[in-house]
């Protein structure tokens, strides 16, 4: 059977360049960084190299990288971290209700420990507004958090004018950058960003590696107590292995960047024209054109996302859906909800996230397939049939 896969928003597969780069720090150059002899010294000349790749790909300095284990980790670490470096100047978060939960939960925490967060609502694209910024910040913020892409609508929020609007008041900014870092371009210093969260996953790099950027002279508590890696920012051994597959990984989303924008970008347009001329009655979720160039959803009414997830999937099509039946309390997508869409609505959702080795050929299997799905679950549907009536 056709195998397609169009879900690299919840992850990628590993390019096999990245393998090879890291397969050596398994073996023969398996030392512990933090040792003195020749095998650490090895290592830690990955880990260094590792880290000056990483920081010149986003226009920072070496010192102002701190791997991690992945995104949740840094985003944990960002809010957690400055909320307690700061807590005696201030008590005030300021988020957004679209971001990952990597954010909110944390971001929930620190309401239960004192702390005051404000969750800014989004437009029906799911764009935060600079005006809506402005009013919400207090003299006690001392922390503003804006994903730069949703990783289910796509949408990009405007980061420089709201990391503008941080800057001028003196507040940190952080952006969890776990779907844009390695797809889109960017410059801290450009774009006034703080901290900066990235997953090396989502890249085609491997999975349990990540890093957080954090400007030099920033106010962060540690995360991780034990050793002194990471100058004393994050503790545990380093994981050289995903750490010289992240900084390859990212040596290739540098070279690929431009090809990939473009290519993609151009089936996403497709399928942005193609889905809503071939199944009536669906609705683009997200921005029309501030979107990742990968990324495409679309709420498909009257039918549940699952159920055309799992149709799809036996046809070899796998892709994700913001439907949340995975979740004990049955609630669709906290993003979807947060965009103005009804609860049925929400429940028929497709998100369709495209990647390195999409190709043309996918995307017309996806058409042929979709259709005759949604109109066989349509067919099933009593709100399709009570719709009119
Ligand atoms: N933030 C966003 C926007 C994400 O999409 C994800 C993963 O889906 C994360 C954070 C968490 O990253 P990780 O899987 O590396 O912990």
């Known amino acids: 059977m056709k195998k397609v896969y169009l879900d690299y928003a919840a992850t990628t597969p590993a ?6 780069a890291m397969e050596p720090y398994f073996f023969e150059k398996f030392g512990n960084a933090s040792s003195l002899h020749a095998y650490g010294q090895e290592a830690k000349k990955a880990l260094e190299d590792s880290r000056q790749t990483a920081a010149e790909f986003i226009g920072a300095h070496p010192e102002e990288i701190v791997f991690t284990s992945g995104g949740t980790e840094s985003d944990n ?15 005030h978060i300021i988020t957004s209700a679209i971001e990952h939960h990597a954010i909110i939960e944390p971001a929930k925490f620190l309401e239960k420990k004192g702390f005051r967060v404000t969750y800014l609502s989004v437009d029906k694209d799911g764009m935060v507004s600079p005006e809506d910024l402005k009013k919400a910040i207090t003299d006690k913020t001392i922390l503003i958090s804006i994903m730069q892409a949703n990783n289910e609508i796509g949408t990009l929020q405007p980061i420089a004018r709201l990391a503008h609007i941080a800057k001028e008041k003196g507040i940190y900014f952080h ?3 776990v779907q844009t870092f390695g797809h889109i371009p960017i410059n801290v210093n450009e774009l006034n960003i703080d901290l900066l969260s990235l997953s090396a996953h989502k890249f085609y790099g491997p999975k349990g590696v990540g890093a957080l950027y954090i400007r030099k002279g920033t106010r962060i508590e540690t995360f991780m107590r034990g050793g002194d890696q990471e100058r004393g920012r994050r503790a545990s051994t380093h ?19 431009e090809n990939e924008i473009k290519f993609q970008g151009t089936l996403r347009d497709r399928l942005i024209k193609e889905i809503p001329a071939k199944i009536p009655e ?12 990968n990324n495409v959803n679309f709420s498909i009414k009257y039918i549940e ?11 070899g099509i796998a892709l994700s859906t913001g439907s949340a039946c995975t979740s004990s309390s049955l609630e669709p997508s906290h993003v979807l909800l947060a965009i103005g869409l ?18 043309e050929s996918d995307i017309d299997y ?11 679950l349509r067919s099933m549907s009593p709100l399709y049939e009570r719709k009119d009536t």
């Open 15 to 20: 390019d096999p360049e990245v393998i090879s």
């Open 77 to 91: 670490f960002a809010l957690l971290g400055v909320a307690y470096a700061l807590e005696k100047k201030g008590n």
């Open 175 to 177: 952006t969890d950058a």
């Open 239 to 257: 994981n050289i292995t995903g750490i010289a597959g992240c900084a390859r990984a990212i040596q290739l989303c540098q070279k690929n960047m």
């Open 282 to 293: 669906v609705r683009l979720n997200g921005h029309p054109t501030e979107r990742l160039p």
């Open 305 to 315: 996302g699952e159920s055309m997830l799992l149709s799809l999937d036996m046809l």
């Open 342 to 359: 009804d609860h049925a609505t929400a429940h028929g959702s497709l998100r369709i996230t495209l990647g390195r080795w999409t190709k």
């Open 366 to 376: 996806l058409l042929e397939k979709l259709p005759p799905v949604v109109q066989r």
